[in-house]
């Protein structure tokens, strides 16, 4: 039998540990055998036959130790693999889609922001209204948006930054979640702020319910999905509408929320893929 390893967040991280505990009962339930242990845990991982960096939340408030967990884990059979965790980590992975002609929200990025930084989107993006984020993070952490010609806090000056235009869809309608097991569509959700808000993490008060995806959003994902590199056992791709068609806003190949509870299969499909990756 195949033996499995979940790595899970740090020990410090507190941060909605219900979640955590509902995917991996959720899995159990379907009969997924795993271990679980947090990746800054130096316990070797050779005897597994494969190893799933699920819910390695708050991985980015410590980079330079995942950095050297992504150096200590290559060689080893990884869902996704540890080349692609290490291309999803760093955000600039938009500007390599970008390249190859999916459409990503539009992204500027610089090493050091500076007001000269904010003038020169204004005037790409033709909008007066921006978000800033750090290209290493996750959940918003260190996202701000400056409506309005408003210039940025003290505290991302001189930071390493990316610069997009403010997407309106998000405030009126949301930001579409797509999941894929080994390249196959499996559900939708609806990703929702609250008014007044532009993020639609609950911890900003936002909610999520089940979606349809459209074909414009599924051939977007699909497009995606075809230039990242892979193999990809799982995946979130996040899509925003723009006009009459989408825009990307993230790949999540890491440690995505998979909301297996919306699946139509409650998430056979998901532990099926684990299960042939393992299998090899």
Excluded at 161 to 179: D, N, V
Excluded at 229 to 251: H, I, K, N, S
Aim: proline fraction near 7%; hydrophobic fraction near 50%; include cysteine.
């Amino acid at each position: 039998m195949s033996t499995i390893m979940i790595l899970g967040p740090d020990a410090s991280w507190s941060t909605h540990p219900e979640d955590i505990e509902e995917q991996l009962i959720l899995l159990r339930g379907l009969g997924l055998e795993f271990d679980v242990q947090s990746w800054t845990d130096a316990a070797p991982l050779e005897r597994y036959d494969l190893i799933v960096p699920l819910v390695t939340w708050g991985y980015h408030l410590i980079p330079d130790q995942w950095q050297a967990a992504l150096e200590r884990w290559d060689g080893l059979r990884f869902a996704n693999p540890v080349p692609v965790l290490r291309w999803n980590t760093d955000k600039a992975y938009l500007m390599d889609l970008q390249a190859k002609g999916v459409a990503v929200v539009p992204t500027q990025l610089t090493d050091a922001l500076t007001p000269a930084d904010l003038a020169e989107a204004r005037a790409a993006f033709g909008t007066d209204s921006l978000v800033i984020k750090p290209p290493v993070s996750a959940g918003s952490a260190g996202t701000h948006l400056l409506r309005d010609g408003a210039e940025a806090p003290e505290t991302a000056w001189g930071q390493r930054m990316m610069i997009q235009p403010e997407m309106p869809a998000i405030s009126a309608e949301g930001e579409f979640s797509l999941f894929y097991f080994d390249g196959v569509f499996s559900h939708a959700i609806l990703k929702s702020c609250v008014s007044g808000e532009f993020r639609v993490q609950p911890q900003f008060g936002g909610s999520s319910v089940e979606a349809v995806a459209e074909p414009a959003a599924l051939a977007l994902a699909e497009a995606a999905l075809a230039a990242a590199p892979g193999p990809l056992t799982y995946a979130r791709v996040d899509v925003v509408r723009d006009g009459a068609g989408f825009r990307l806003m993230e790949l999540e190949l890491i440690e995505p929320f998979l909301f297996l509870h919306a699946a139509p299969d409650s998430g056979r499909a998901f532990v099926a893929a684990v299960q042939r990756a393992s299998a090899g």
